[in-house]
């Protein structure tokens, strides 16, 4: 993973001391509110419907141990919140709990002492107090992580395929680029205060394992016909109320160049972008209305940046062999060159000795760019705790599963989990083991309950609806793991609103909450996919019909699988059934499962 320099540290201690700085300044009336919000967004720091919430930075999902040990720490000790503000958020929980969901019987109680994954890559936090918000910078900034640009209208936090480096379908490491990129952008004075916020994804590998489609910006590292090395660029995707695919600007632009081609293109979005309209003021909006002529400002900022200003941010092959020497692969200690009969051997007889060890390897493990290592997801979606959650303790467990059997290293992974990537193959039964007693072997990756959601209206002020609990009624109905591995590989994203922070509309099923007159309720949309080999390429659902009450949702979801089981092919995913055979049988089972329910209330 990326080794910091000393300046990197440097700068990463001297921001912390300078938060610290602005908020005692707030706290003693110097600095007003107004003045104070965007110090603290910066930072990472929001306030939500409830308490702060501090996204931390985690830039292409590499965490280190120690630095996990440290998230724990502030989980247990600072993500505690007032207990008034608690007991509050509790009771309105538990009055609106009936009352906005029409009867639903679950719910998940509003918890504290946890992290979230989020679906770029980062860490979340839900009760931690502004008076410790210094001091969390500071232990933060003690294991070389911040909260920079994980708010805000700049370039936020870039990401990656989790197996970035390590993939065996790599065609070039894209960290390396990334990290250029990051230090490229991080308090760009040009693009500290866009129309809006913008984001960048970029992957190295054949599949797409990192959404780019989705992202304001997407760069996939490709070779041409002559063998060299260089980005697609895709610009303009994104979720929210108006979701759009991004358009492919640059089929090839040679790897050095990178840095000036999104120079040309932030400034020309900075320079057209909406500002008069937060929900028109995407770059995917102006990209939309624009069209060519959008394409056609870029490459006429780019050749000006090249030919009158020299091309400043061309990046050398110096520059780029500093960076990726800073991305250190761990030495391990074993020679396993001759291991691989003995290696087969061992997982062939452990898989057909225990039937839960097999389907463990066929859904958590995948390939390694070295044959002899593997890629291991640890699973934390279960039943009782929302997808994305994390307790200190069970990051604490992490941390030593990873000094055990991973060289230290972990990643936070698009689909919320956290990927072990470099596991030595003869180990992986006794990982198993080990994680099986942790409750992290749950052979579920990639199946219906590994499934994508937001914190919603639980925590977040701009939720429409909650997504938690709808979240756990599915994980409840579909615990037979026979059933799920016969279900086979399904996405189901979850967002508590139309921001799309659970990718409902990448969702092979999606599902959306909406308001109606103060009441929640739920849009289903089947079919989307975010451009992974098993989804195809990247396209929104689409919506089965009207919504659904929280106790239909359910029903609905049962009714779309039983569906799917009636005229899928022997071997056939969900995805390609669904595509295969239309929309309209769904939306029928959809119709009549809500008819059902109504009959029964």
């Known amino acids: 993973m990326y080794q910091y320099t000393e300046f990197d540290?440097?700068?990463v201690r001297a921001r912390a001391d300078q938060y610290r700085d602005q908020l005692t300044r707030w706290q003693a009336g110097d600095l007003s509110e107004d003045e104070f919000k965007p110090l603290r967004l910066q930072n990472g720091w929001y306030v939500q419907r409830y308490a702060p919430m501090l996204r931390v930075a985690v830039p292409y999902g590499e965490l280190s141990s120690a630095q996990v040990r440290v998230l724990a720490k502030i989980a247990r000790e600072y993500d505690q919140p007032n207990a008034k503000l608690f007991n509050e958020a509790q009771a309105k929980q538990d009055l609106l709990g009936p009352v906005l969901t029409g009867g639903l019987a679950i719910g998940s109680k509003l918890t504290a002492g946890y992290a979230h994954f989020t679906t770029r890559q980062n860490i979340q936090y839900n009760w931690i107090p502004l008076d410790k918000s210094a001091d969390v910078m500071d232990l933060l900034a003690s294991v070389d992580m911040h909260g920079i640009q994980t708010s805000g209208n700049c370039i936020r936090n870039i990401t990656s395929d989790e197996r970035a480096g390590i993939a065996a379908d790599e065609i070039s490491d894209p960290r390396p680029f990334g990290e250029i990129l990051r230090q490229w952008s991080t308090l760009h004075p040009e693009f500290a205060y866009l129309p809006r916020?913008?984001?960048?994804?970029i992957s190295g590998a054949r599949e797409d394992r990192a959404a780019t489609a989705w992202h304001d910006v997407g760069?996939?590292?490709?070779?041409?016909?002559?063998g060299e090395l260089g980005f697609k660029v895709l610009v303009g995707g994104g979720m929210g109320r108006t979701p759009i695919i991004g358009t492919v600007i640059r089929e090839f632009l040679p790897w050095h160049?990178?840095?000036?081609?999104?120079?040309?293109i932030v400034r020309v979005y900075n320079r057209y972008g909406r500002r008069d309209n937060?929900?028109?003021?995407?770059?995917?909006?102006?990209?939309?209305?624009?069209?060519?002529?959008?394409?056609?400002?870029v490459e006429a900022e780019y050749l000006q940046i090249m030919e009158h200003d020299g091309g400043p941010h061309t990046i050398t092959q110096e520059e780029l062999d500093r960076v990726t020497a800073c991305f250190v692969p761990p030495s391990l200690s074993c020679d396993r060159k001759s291991a691989d009969a003995k290696i087969a051997n061992i997982l062939r007889a452990a898989a057909e000795d225990d039937i839960e060890f097999g389907r463990w390897l066929k859904q958590n493990v995948a390939a390694h760019k070295n044959p002899d290592l593997r890629a291991v997801t640890l699973s934390f979606k279960r039943l009782g705790q929302a997808p994305g959650d994390a307790t200190a303790d069970q990051l604490d467990k992490a941390a030593e599963l990873a000094d055990a059997f991973s060289a230290g290293e972990l990643r936070v992974t698009h689909d919320q989990n956290l990927l072990l990537p470099w596991v030595a193959c003869d180990q992986l039964p006794e990982l198993w083991r080990a994680a099986r007693k942790a409750g992290?072997?749950?052979?579920?990756?990639?199946l219906l309950t590994d499934m994508i959601a937001c914190p919603g209206g639980d925590f977040c002020s701009?939720?429409?609806?909650?997504?938690?609990p709808i979240a756990e009624a599915i994980t409840e109905r579909y615990q037979d793991m026979d059933e799920l591995h016969d279900l086979g590989e399904i996405d189901l994203h979850i967002s508590g609103c139309i921001n799309s922070c659970g990718h409902h509309h990448s969702g092979h099923i999606g599902i959306l909450g909406v308001d109606k007159d103060g009441l929640e309720w739920y849009q289903v949309s089947l079919g989307g996919s975010d451009g992974s080999t098993l989804s195809g390429d990247s396209v929104p659902g689409k919506v089965v019909g009207p919504s659904f009450?929280?106790?239909?949702?359910?029903?609905?979801i049962e009714a779309v699988l039983e569906t799917y089981r009636q005229h899928r092919t022997s071997g056939e995913t969900f995805i390609t059934t669904l595509r295969r055979v239309g929309m309209d049988p769904y939306k029928a089972a959809a119709k009549s499962a809500r008819i059902v329910v109504v009959e029964q209330a």
């Open 462 to 468: 701009l939720a429409n609806a909650r997504s938690i």
């Open 9 to 11: 540290r440097q700068f």
């Open 257 to 264: 160049q990178v840095m000036n081609f999104i120079e040309a």
């Open 197 to 201: 916020k913008f984001k960048i994804a």
């Open 440 to 446: 992290f072997a749950r052979p579920n990756i990639r």
């Open 219 to 226: 760069l996939h590292l490709i070779r041409n016909a002559e």
């Open 278 to 297: 937060i929900y028109k003021a995407r770059i995917k909006i102006l990209v939309k209305a624009e069209g060519q002529r959008y394409i056609d400002d």
């Open 549 to 556: 009450t929280a106790p239909e949702v359910p029903e609905v």
